[in-house]
Nanobody, 128 residues
């Protein structure tokens, strides 16, 4: 059984940084493409960032491009989302997601229906 557990959320002032982590258990982590999504109060869940199973391909939503960085550490079965220059509009619950990919499908996806496994979320609050 695959389980994803997010951590690293919290309260930060605008302009600050946070590093979210997503620990994955079950399956072969190196085969997982990973994604981060977020849901702000009263809004639908939105795509944030994604990384291919090899780590060689990444994609970001325009709203976070240049500020957030997604990565995965296959040795530690963990994915990360480094968030810098945080803004109040980044306030949301952040979810990580995983999908097992065949080797030839080494791409990063921003589509939530591409992911089979989801964590419970970690809350990020950015104060102005």
């Amino acid at each position: 059984q695959v389980q994803l557990v997010e951590s690293g959320g919290g309260l930060v002032q605008a302009g600050g940084s946070l590093r979210l982590s997503c620990a994955v258990s079950g399956g072969t982590f190196s085969k997982y493409a990973m994604g981060w999504f977020r849901q702000a109060p009263g809004r639908d869940r939105d795509f944030v960032a994604a990384i291919s199973w090899s780590g060689g391909s990444t994609v970001y939503d325009d709203s976070v491009k240049g500020r957030f960085t997604i990565s995965k550490d296959n040795g530690k079965n963990t994915a990360h989302l480094q968030m810098n220059s945080l803004k109040p509009e980044d306030t949301a619950v952040y979810y990580c997601a995983a999908e097992i990919r065949e080797p030839q499908n080494d791409y990063a996806s921003g589509l939530d229906f591409d992911y089979d496994y989801w964590g419970q979320g970690t809350r990020v609050t950015v104060s102005s």
